[in-house]
């Protein structure tokens, strides 16, 4: 066991690991016969009858996952695995204890990210009572720290005394606990826990020993995953890649969506991501893997980077090779990034950055430096741990072997039905409009969640469309909308750009068409048959949109611009 000495900090890394195996005798791999408690391996084929069901399989992430699957590679154990599948919510009364103990030679306990307040809620003495049962040795995976900014002693005093009381006991029964970063050790040495070491993730070493990450070039054509929340307005069609965000999931997969919960990830923090989600999700440029062959499979198709808050989908594009960024800006993250070398940008918004700082950004050389020496830690504790295999002879098994699983399969809606159950979503999330008044679509106005796709940040006083395609979704208080009328000024750069031409439909009808040369109050009738409804779109379509670049106005790429929209007002006909 690693334990540091009165001048060392819990963030410095030992150059070797050494674990006394308490009656642990070591195994090797064709012999390891392992039980596996929250496995979150979702391998129901076809029987899953909605993402919700599949979620709680991987205990709300797909990443969770990735976690089994790996430890099951590195050790060549390609048969499906024996145990619980979220230990979070099995019965414990229905655990056959006598037959784990009789015919498995060592229970693995999968963890995430359970050191945290926000898992106080969960039944740790039935968690303590599932590990008291068993009697063969115990090692433990993955576990780390859940906070945001709240340092080890805070995480530690924020513990209920449930979840102290089962991390002692399972201390006290394991062999050893493999933790994730630094932060976690100082938490656990609070504790008073010593038998663990900082080993990461076994997600990490799951490509085997000669790993190397390829720096690639990237520009406007390049392939690019967006990593959960992503956005940036040179890239035009990322492929994003999800694992939690549970309405977006909805919104892809389930009718039962009908408001938007996650308002936090189209804050102003996350620019563009709103509009470049919803052009996603009707491209079907929006992804969800239950089956970790296919999502591997998916991300060797050509990616040069990858990108987001997601930091096993980070994981596993370095495992083919692909750099990454990682934004996310919790201690989940700090920990991990740390000690893999692994670029991190927390909290920070790739919308404007150009894709050569990008590429810059996602640097390989110090995750390639660093890489041997920490699998060969992560190899030496798992040996420690009885678990031997041989690192210089690689993963020995392929993910093909793990391909006959009956991996959960889940049918995607249509593009343009995900995208539509995202935008009534979005427009139940906002406010009620009134009519009668007009609404400021500048910066600080509450109306600005309108805008959905194809906008640009709001500035004092107005927001302005970009591409040649806006579109507006909100509701009204009640039926009856007689008229729109939208105050808007165009891009006009004379002599290039003396006039812009506009479309404007209301749900789906195109209801206008003019020229703008100035600044215009356009004025939308709409339809009698429309005017019974209380969820609207409105789609503004200005073809000759230009980019200030293009006109000379500007130094650097940027999107091209069509309108300024300063505000709208809506105008209600009571006879209707």
Request: charged residues 20%; proline residues 5%.
């Amino acid at each position: 066991l690693w334990q540091r000495d009165s001048n060392e900090t819990a963030s410095d890394k030992p150059e070797a690991v050494q674990i006394e195996a308490q009656g642990c005798n070591i195994v090797t791999t064709d012999k390891i016969r392992p039980y596996i408690l929250n496995h979150n391996l979702s391998l129901h084929g076809s029987s899953r009858r909605s993402i919700d069901e599949s979620l709680i399989d991987m205990n709300t992430n797909s990443g969770n996952s990735y976690i089994t699957y790996s430890i099951l590679k590195i050790l060549s154990l390609p048969k499906h695995p024996a145990g619980v599948v979220n230990i979070f919510t099995c019965n414990p009364l229905e655990i056959d204890f006598d037959g784990i103990n009789a015919e498995h030679t060592h229970a693995f306990i999968v963890f995430q990210d359970h050191l945290g307040s926000d898992w106080n809620h969960v039944n740790w003495p039935n968690l303590s009572y599932i590990v008291s049962r068993i009697k063969i040795p115990i090692v433990v995976f993955s576990l780390g720290v859940r906070t945001l900014n709240a340092t080890p002693a805070e995480v530690t005093e924020s513990l209920s005394p449930d979840a102290v009381k089962f991390f002692q006991l399972l201390a006290s029964k394991a062999v050893s606990i493999g933790i994730r970063g630094g932060i976690t050790a100082e938490v656990m040495d609070a504790l008073g826990i010593r038998n663990y070491s900082i080993v990461g993730c076994p997600t990490y070493f799951e490509a085997g020993r000669t790993r190397q990450v390829i720096k690639k070039k990237i520009d406007e054509d390049s392939k690019v995953a967006g990593l959960g929340v992503f956005a940036n307005k040179f890239i035009t069609s990322p492929e994003y890649i999800l694992q939690s965000e549970l309405d977006l999931l909805h919104a892809l997969y389930d009718m039962r969506v009908s408001k938007y919960k996650g308002v936090e990830l189209f804050s102003v923090a996350n620019r563009g991501f709103q509009s470049s989600i919803l052009a996603a999700l009707l491209d079907r440029r929006v992804h969800f893997f239950p089956d970790m062959v296919k999502w591997k499979k998916f991300m060797k198709s050509g990616f040069h980077l990858a990108a987001g808050s997601r930091m096993h989908g980070a994981i596993l594009a370095l495992n083919v090779g692909c750099p990454v960024l990682i934004t996310a800006g919790d201690m989940r993250a700090r920990e991990m990034c740390s000690l893999f070398r692994i670029p991190h940008y927390p909290g920070i918004g790739l919308y404007d950055y150009p894709l050569d700082e990008l590429e810059s950004m996602a640097s390989v050389d110090e995750i390639n430096m660093a890489y041997d020496s920490l699998y060969s830690r992560f190899h030496e504790w798992l040996v420690g741990c009885g678990l031997y295999f041989d690192p210089d002879e690689g993963v020995e098994s392929e993910d093909v072997e793990f391909g006959d699983w009956p991996w959960t399969v889940l049918e995607q809606s249509s593009g343009i039905v995900a995208e539509g159950r995202l935008k009534r979503a979005l427009a139940h999330t906002g406010p009620e409009l009134h009519y009668g008044e007009w609404l400021s679509l500048g910066a600080g106005s509450a109306y600005t969640t309108c805008l959905i796709f194809g906008w640009d940040q709001p500035s004092p006083g107005f927001t302005w469309s970009y591409d040649k395609v806006a579109e507006i979704v909100f509701r009204v208080v009640e039926p009856g909308l007689d008229k729109i009328t939208l105050d808007c000024v165009p891009l006009i750069v004379a002599p290039k750009l003396s006039a812009q031409r506009i479309n404007v439909r209301v749900n789906g009808q195109i209801v206008t068409r003019a020229t703008l040369s100035e600044a215009t109050k356009i004025e939308c009738q709409i339809p009698k048959r429309l005017s019974r409804k209380t969820v609207y779109t409105i789609r503004i379509e200005t073809p000759d949109s230009t980019s200030l670049f293009e006109l000379g106005k500007q130094s650097h790429q940027s999107p091209p611009l069509g309108i300024q929209l300063r505000s709208l007002l809506l105008e209600q006909d009571v006879a209707k």
